[in-house]
C-alpha cells in the first residue's frame, strides 16, 4: 500500500441550538492511486468530491436556515399577540381559582415548614421543622402534623393531633369556601385565593408576556390603593403591599408571586398586632397530574408587634411535595419535584 497524505472533507453539524457549523474532517487519500482493494480512485475525484461536499453543506445550511424562520415566525407572532385587558384576566383568574378548589379536595400532599426566630441583629436564636400532611375539606386546607424537627410524633402527641384535626375537619364541613378557619390562618395554599381577591381593589399595571417554567405567562405589577373601598382582611391587607404576580396563560392560575409590604400593617388597630413595613413573602405552586394547581414553595421574612408589646421577628421557608389523589391508592402525580 502507498504512503497516504491528508485530504479533507467539509461536512455539516446541526448544534443543539438548531444552527448548522460546517465542520473539517481528514480523509485519508493519495494523490494518484486507488484505494488498495477497493477499486475506488481517490486522487484525481478528490477536487471534484470536495465541491460536491462544499455545495451539499451550502444546500443543508440554506435548507436549515429556512426551517429555523418557519418555526421561529410563529412563535414571535404568540409573542405579539393581543394581550387580554386586565379586568377580563382577573376575572378569568377568579372563576379558575373557584372552580380549581373544588379539584383540590381531592388532593393531599406533605409540607414541610422550618420557621426561624431572627434577633435584632439579624442572628438565628432558634430554628424549628415540622412536617405535615395537607389535605382540603370544602375548599379549606387541613394540616395534620406528624413530625417536629425530625423526630415523629410520639402516642401522646399523634392522639392530641388527631383529636385537633377532627374538630377542625367539622369546622370546615360548616365555614364557607374563602372564610379562614383559624383566625389569622394563611398557609400558602391559601394565597392564590386571597390574592385573587385582592385584585381588584389594588392597582395593577404593566402586563407583559414571558415564559415561566417553560410556559406562556403573563406578568402583572401590583401596588395597593389607599382610598379602596375595601371589605375584610385580606383586602385591608392590600393596601400595604406592592409586588408582582405570575399568571399562567393557559390555565389562568398564579404560578409565581412576589409581594413587600409598603407600609405597616395593624390588625384591629393594631390591638391584636402589627406586620412591620419591609416584610416580605414568596410563593409558588404548579400544576399537577394535569386538573389542579398545587404550592411547591413559599417563603417570607416578617418582623412583627404582637399585642403592641412582644416584636417578633421571623424566617418562614415551606417546601410541598409528594401530591396524591385520594381514594386511587396512587403514589404520587406528576408535578413539581
Given amino acids: 500500500m502507498g504512503s497516504f497524505s491528508n485530504c479533507y472533507c467539509e461536512c455539516v453539524e446541526i448544534t ?112 424549628e421543622t415540622v412536617e405535615k400532611q395537607d389535605f382540603f375539606v370544602n375548599s379549606h386546607v387541613i394540616e395534620r402534623a406528624i413530625k417536629k424537627n425530625g423526630r415523629p410524633f410520639n402516642d401522646y402527641d399523634r392522639q392530641r393531633e388527631t383529636k385537633r384535626v377532627t374538630k377542625l375537619v367539622e369546622k370546615a364541613k360548616r365555614t364557607p369556601p374563602g372564610q379562614p378557619l383559624e383566625g389569622l390562618n394563611t398557609n400558602i395554599s391559601r394565597i392564590p385565593d386571597i390574592i385573587t381577591r385582592m385584585l381588584g381593589v389594588m392597582d395593577v399595571r404593566n402586563p407583559r408576556r414571558v415564559s415561566w417554567h417553560n410556559r406562556p405567562t403573563i406578568v402583572l405589577d401590583l401596588a395597593g390603593r389607599k382610598d379602596a373601598n375595601t371589605h375584610g382582611l385580606a383586602e385591608n391587607t392590600s393596601k400595604a403591599l406592592q409586588g408582582t404576580i405570575w399568571i399562567d396563560e ?88
Fill in 250 to 337: 393557559a390555565d389562568h392560575q398564579v404560578t409565581h408571586l412576589e409581594v413587600t409590604f409598603n407600609d405597616d400593617f395593624s390588625v384591629a388597630g393594631g390591638l391584636i398586632g402589627s406586620i412591620e413595613k419591609g416584610s416580605t413573602f414568596r410563593f409558588d405552586q404548579v400544576p399537577v397530574n394535569g386538573e389542579v394547581w398545587l404550592p411547591t414553595r413559599g417563603e417570607g421574612a416578617v418582623q412583627a408587634r404582637l399585642l403592641m408589646v412582644k416584636t417578633l421577628r421571623q424566617r418562614y421557608y415551606e417546601q410541598d411535595y409528594n401530591y396524591q389523589r385520594l381514594g386511587d391508592g396512587s403514589a404520587s402525580l406528576k408535578g413539581a419535584k
Fill in 16 to 127: 443543539d441550538s438548531g444552527q448548522p457549523i460546517l465542520r473539517v474532517a481528514d480523509l485519508p487519500s493519495t494523490p494518484n492511486a486507488k484505494e488498495e482493494g477497493t477499486g475506488v480512485g481517490i486522487g484525481p475525484s478528490t477536487t471534484c468530491s470536495r465541491r460536491m461536499n462544499v455545495a451539499i453543506a451550502l444546500s443543508i445550511f440554506f435548507a436549515t436556515g429556512l426551517i429555523l424562520f418557519f418555526f421561529t415566525v410563529p412563535s414571535c407572532s404568540a409573542q405579539n399577540a393581543p394581550m387580554p385587558a386586565i379586568s377580563q384576566l382577573i376575572n378569568e383568574l377568579r372563576d379558575r381559582q373557584y372552580q380549581s378548589n373544588e379539584v383540590r379536595d381531592k388532593y393531599c400532599y406533605t409540607s414541610v415548614q422550618t420557621t426561624q426566630d431572627i434577633d435584632a441583629n439579624g442572628q438565628i436564636k432558634t430554628t
